[in-house]
């Protein structure tokens, strides 16, 4: 099994600022993928941003230029880096990993989720 821990989510003002991060562990061989994904109340989950294992980066377009999202490959862990925050981006956040595990099977994981206030 995979288990991932979320921090950082919180109240700010809009305008400000700040940072997600995911870190996955247990019995992991590979990770094929690597992502945030928000939930605002009453629509759908959407991606915000993703890395995969290829290193390309896929951004929702009302995040692009505002969001960076990083990985630590060693550590296994995922940031998102908020910026310039705006009240539409208040939602829960999760993140999201393709892992390859034991029996060469490959999987999604999500996180418990992290909620995103922005206050105008």
């Known amino acids: 099994q995979v288990q991932l821990v979320e921090s950082g989510g919180g109240l700010v003002q809009a305008g400000g600022s700040l940072r997600l991060s995911c870190a996955a562990s247990?019995?992991?061989?590979?990770?094929?993928?690597m992502g945030w994904y928000r939930q605002a109340p009453g629509k759908q989950r959407e991606l915000v941003a993703e890395?995969?294992?290829?290193?390309?980066?896929d951004y929702a377009d009302s995040v692009k230029g505002r969001f960076t999202i990083s990985r630590d490959n060693a550590k296994n862990t995922v940031s998102l880096q908020m910026n310039s925050l705006k009240p539409e981006d208040t939602a829960v956040y999760y993140c999201r990993v393709v892992a390859v595990t034991i029996g060469d099977t490959t999987n999604n994981y999500w996180g418990q989720g992290t909620q995103v206030t922005v206050s105008s």
């Open positions: 247990g019995i992991i061989f590979s990770i094929r993928a």
């Open positions: 890395l995969t294992g290829g290193g390309s980066t």
